[in-house]
């Protein structure tokens, strides 16, 4: 399809394991985006590439988190350790600009569920 | 902390009446905001958004309103549709790199 597509959309690990969680943006979108949503929250931001750089990773909760889009498409969020707090929906959204040029385009998320 | 609020978790209204959804934020420098529509197992879509040089954006029958001194924009839907209910998230930015969203607010239209 032509939407962000994120794989796999369910995820269930045991405490401690390693978890990565991939994201394919709209074809051309330079700019793409991940977010956390736990249960009765609004999605929070975690990291905004913009080209194969992350231009801002502030939101990553602690050095148990990282991503990478190395050729400025596919992202991969990486998470090491994971601990029960960690159970969540994890959105990626891309945009053809980033910044203040517009909306972001989100994919259906992936639901991780730490044991 | 949370900056953006929506202080209602659910909102009925009766089908063809207008909806109204409220946001309220702290930030002072946020300078443009967006709604988004979420169905359930699926991402939150783009509904409309304005900048702050605007204090009113409308588009068919989505309206957002702006009170900058207020910190607090709302989102007027009419009339209501069964099909319009969703949750709905309001988001703000100012450099557009951060998306800061609400806990969101459940619209039921009863037909």
């Known amino acids: 399809g032509a939407g962000v597509s994120q794989t796999p959309s369910n995820k269930v690990t045991e405490k401690g394991k390693y978890v990565e969680l991939r994201c394919d943006p709209i074809?051309?979108?330079?700019?793409l985006y991940w977010y956390r949503q736990s249960l009765g929250q609004g999605p929070e931001f975690l990291i905004y590439?913009?080209?194969?750089?992350?231009?801002?990773d502030s939101g990553l909760p602690n050095d148990r988190f990282f991503a990478v889009r190395p050729e400025g498409s596919v992202s991969t969020l990486k998470i090491q350790r994971t601990e029960r707090g960690d159970s969540a929906v994890y959105l990626c959204?891309?945009?053809?600009?980033?910044?203040?040029?517009?909306?972001?385009?989100f994919g259906e998320g992936s639901r991780l569920t730490v044991l | 902390d949370q900056q953006v609020k929506q202080n209602s978790p659910s909102l009925s209204v009766q089908e063809g009446r207008i909806s109204i959804l409220n946001c309220d934020y702290t930030?002072?420098?946020?300078?443009?905001f967006l709604w988004y529509k979420k169905y359930p197992a699926e991402g939150p879509t783009f509904l409309i958004s304005?900048?702050?040089?605007?204090d009113k954006n409308e588009d068919g029958r989505f309206t957002v309103f702006l009170n900058k001194s207020a910190k607090h924009l709302s989102l007027h839907i009419v009339p209501s549709q069964p099909g319009d209910s969703a949750v709905y998230f309001c988001?703000?930015?100012?450099?557009?790199?951060?998306?800061?969203f609400g806990t969101g607010t459940s619209l039921t239209v009863i037909p």
């Open positions: 959204a891309s945009s053809p600009f980033g910044g203040r040029a517009g909306e972001l385009f």
């Open positions: 074809s051309g979108h330079t700019a």
């Open positions: 590439f913009q080209g194969t750089g992350a231009a801002d």
């Open positions: 930030n002072s420098m946020f300078d443009y």
């Open positions: 304005i900048s702050s040089i605007k």
């Open positions: 988001a703000a930015s100012n450099t557009g790199n951060q998306f800061y």
